[in-house]
Nanobody, 115 residues
Framework: VQLQASGGGLVQAGGSLRLSCAAL????????MGWYRQAPGKQRELVAT???????NYADSVKGRFTISRDNAKNVVLLQMNSLKAEDTALYSC??????????WGQGTLVTVSS
């Protein structure tokens, strides 16, 4: 069982990136899925989650700019990030969770936004 995050990189402020979290060895559509980030010197924080039923939740800091979604045919969860700011710079990780289920974490993908 694995989660593989990808899509990070260097982008200028105001730009966009799309992160992808691929689930290997399990069906992600039956789990709640989330994106979290950790900036240097700071604690990890929630970015966005999507339930198995499709309900979404966002941190106030990213509302209106980020969108979490699923592509169940490809067994991936996506995070579309628009209007990126320098303060969005962080290591972004994905997580799979659910009641009575084990929690899985991906290895993270680095997003760097230059101002």
């Amino acid at each position: 069982v694995q989660l593989q995050a990808s899509g990070g990189g260097l982008v200028q402020a105001g730009g966009s990136l799309r992160l992808s979290c691929a689930a290997l060895g399990f069906t992600s559509s039956t789990y709640g899925m989330g994106w979290y980030r950790q900036a240097p010197g700071k604690q990890r924080e929630l970015v966005a989650t999507i339930s198995s039923g499709g309900n979404t939740n966002y941190a106030d800091s990213v509302k209106g700019r980020f969108t979490i979604s699923r592509d169940n045919a490809k067994n991936v969860v996506l995070l579309q990030m628009n209007s990126l700011k320098a303060e969005d710079t962080a290591l972004y990780s994905c997580k799979a969770f659910g009641p009575g289920r084990p929690v899985y974490w991906g290895q993270g993908t680095l997003v760097t936004v230059s101002s």
